[in-house]
C-alpha cells in the first residue's frame, strides 16, 4: 500500500511504515552480510577451480576490447552493475589479473545505462514526453561511452587507473597497524559462512567443486542485490525524497552529491538513472538538471564493491585495487568531463540529437539499442577473437 | 512607437528601470514556478519509483507500439 494513500492512518503506525519495520533493517544487514560471503565464495572458488591458471582460463579477454565487451554485455543481460562488479572483485581475488579486470568494470558502467535506457521506452506513446525521456535516460549512456573513450587509452598506454588503485588500496595491505592484514574485522565476521560453504562444496572434487562453489556465490551476489534492492528502495524512498527536494535549485554540485547519496542508500545506480526518466519526462526538470544526479548515481554504485572486496580471501589487495579503479574512474570520469566545459554538455547535446530523432521516428530507438548495448559489442568481440 | 519619440531622456530611462525590474520579477516568478513543478513531482517519488521499475510489459508495449505504427504507415 502506498504511503500517500494513507488516510487518517494512525501516525504512529505512518511512521513505522516510513522507517520501515526493524525486521526490515535486520533483512537489508543479513542481505549484505550474504553479498560480503557471496563475493569471498566466488574469491575461493576460482582459484580451486582454475588454481595457478586463471590467467589462461581468461586470455580471450587480455585484449583490452573483449573485456570490455564481456562487462557490458554481462551488465546488459544482469541488468546490475553492482552484481558485475562484485563478481570481478571476486574473480580479481580468485586470480584474475586486475589489468584484464580494469576493462570488465568500465564495460559494466556502458551496461548499466541499458536499465533506465528500456525504462524510458515505456513514454513512448506521447512523442515530446518520449523525447524528453529518452534524453534522459541517453545521457547517462553517452556520459559513460565518452568516459570508456578517454580512460581506456590512457589505461592502454599508461595503466593509470591500475597506478591509483594500487596507490589507493596499498596503505590497507602495507603492513600499517591499521591494516587490513593485521586485523580485519569483516574477513573475521564472514568467515564461518565461506568456509562452511567451502567444505561442503570443495570436496566435489577438483575442477567442479570450484566451479561450483564460484557458481554458487555468483547466484547468492545475484540473490542478495536483488532482495536488498527491493528492501532498501522500500526503506529509503523517503530519505531520497528529502535528498532529492534539499537538491532541487542549489546548482550541479548538490545534484551530483544527490546523486550519490541516493544511490548509496538504495545501492543500485539503475533505481536512480531510472527514476530521472518519469522526472524528466514529466517536463518538470529539464535534462540539464537530470544531468549530475545521473553523474552522482555512478560515483554511488561503486560503495558495493568496496564493501565486497573488504572481506575477500586469496588476492585481497587486488580485490581491493579493482574496487577502487572502480571508484576511482567514476570519480575522475564526473571530475574530467563535467569538470571541463568543452566536454560538459558533449553528453547532453548528443543525448538531445537522440532524443529528438527517436521521437520521430521510434525504430531510431529500438537501433540505438540493439546497436550499442548488442550488435556493436558482438561485432568487437568477433573482431578481437578472429585477430 | 511612435509615442517615444516623444518621450524625455528622463522617461525614457525611469520606462527602461522599470521594464528590468519586471522581468526580474517575472524570471524570478517563472523560477519559482519550475521549482514548485519539481517539489510537485518529487512529492509523487513513491509513484515514480514505481513507474521507473523496469518490467517486461514495457519492452512489450514499445513493440506493440512500433508494429501498430508500422502497419499504420503501410495502409
Given at each position: 500500500m502506498a504511503i500517500s494513500n494513507i488516510q487518517g492512518a494512525d501516525p504512529g503506525l505512518l511512521g513505522q511504515e516510513r522507517q520501515g519495520t526493524w525486521q526490515q533493517w535486520v533483512g537489508v544487514a543479513a542481505l549484505v552480510y550474504l553479498l560480503i560471503c557471496a563475493v569471498g565464495m566466488i574469491g575461493s572458488g576460482f582459484k580451486a577451480a582454475t588454481g595457478e591458471h586463471a590467467e589462461q582460463l581468461f586470455a580471450f579477454a587480455v585484449n583490452p576490447f573483449a573485456g570490455l565487451v564481456v562487462g557490458t554485455v554481462a551488465t546488459a543481460l544482469i541488468q546490475s552493475s553492482s552484481t558485475v562488479t562484485s563478481i570481478i572483485v571476486g574473480l580479481v581475488a580468485g586470480g584474475l589479473p586486475v589489468a584484464v579486470a580494469v576493462p570488465m568494470v568500465m564495460g559494466a558502467n556502458i551496461g548499466t545505462s541499458i536499465t533506465n535506457t528500456l525504462v524510458s521506452?515505456?513514454?513512448?506513446?506521447e512523442k515530446k514526453e518520449f523525447a524528453r525521456a529518452f534524453s534522459a535516460a541517453t545521457v547517462h549512456d553517452f556520459f559513460n561511452l565518452f568516459s570508456v573513450v578517454i580512460f581506456l587509452p590512457l589505461e592502454i598506454s599508461f595503466g593509470l587507473l591500475e597506478r591509483i588503485g594500487k596507490f589507493l588500496s596499498q596503505p590497507f595491505y602495507?603492513?600499517?597497524?591499521?591494516?587490513m592484514s593485521s586485523f580485519n574485522f569483516v574477513k573475521a565476521a564472514t568467515a564461518p559462512v565461506v568456509n562452511t560453504a567451502k567444505d561442503v562444496i570443495?570436496?566435489?572434487?577438483?575442477p567442479l567443486g570450484g566451479i561450483a562453489l564460484a557458481l554458487f556465490g555468483i547466484a547468492l551476489i545475484f540473490l542478495s542485490i536483488t532482495l536488498v534492492g527491493r528492501l532498501l528502495k522500500m526503506l529509503m524512498v523517503g530519505k531520497a525524497r528529502d535528498i532529492m527536494h534539499t537538491a532541487i535549485g542549489k546548482g550541479p554540485v548538490s545534484g551530483i552529491f544527490s546523486g550519490t547519496l541516493v544511490t548509496t542508500l538504495v545501492q543500485s545506480s539503475s533505481t536512480t538513472t531510472s527514476l530521472m526518466v518519469p522526472l524528466a519526462g514529466s517536463g518538470a526538470f529539464t535534462l540539464k538538471q537530470i544531468y549530475p544526479f545521473t553523474l552522482g548515481a555512478n560515483i554511488g554504485t561503486c560503495l558495493t564493491a568496496v564493501l565486497a572486496a573488504t572481506?575477500?580471501?586469496?588476492?585481497s589487495e587486488a580485490a581491493l585495487q579493482i574496487a577502487f579503479i572502480h571508484l576511482s574512474y567514476n570519480v575522475l570520469g564526473v571530475l574530467l568531463i563535467y569538470g571541463v566545459p568543452f566536454l560538459r554538455n558533449l553528453p547532453v547535446k548528443a543525448a538531445q540529437w537522440l532524443g529528438t530523432t527517436a521521437s520521430e521516428n521510434k525504430l531510431a530507438a529500438l537501433a540505438y539499442i540493439l546497436s550499442v548495448f548488442f550488435v556493436a559489442p558482438g561485432l568487437c568481440l568477433g573482431i578481437t577473437a578472429l585477430a | 512607437m511612435n509615442e517615444l519619440k516623444t518621450l524625455t531622456n528622463e522617461s525614457l530611462r525611469s520606462l527602461i528601470s522599470q521594464t528590468e525590474d519586471t522581468l526580474v520579477e517575472l524570471r524570478a516568478e517563472l523560477e519559482q514556478r519550475d521549482i514548485r513543478a519539481q517539489e510537485r513531482e518529487l512529492d509523487n517519488l513513491d509513484q515514480h519509483m514505481e513507474s521507473a521499475a523496469l518490467s517486461l510489459k514495457s519492452i512489450q508495449d514499445f513493440l506493440r507500439y512500433l508494429i501498430d505504427e508500422a502497419r499504420s504507415n503501410r495502409s
Open positions: 521506452l515505456g513514454h513512448v506513446r602495507g603492513g600499517a597497524d591499521a591494516s570443495l570436496p566435489l572434487g577438483d572481506a575477500v580471501t586469496g588476492n | -
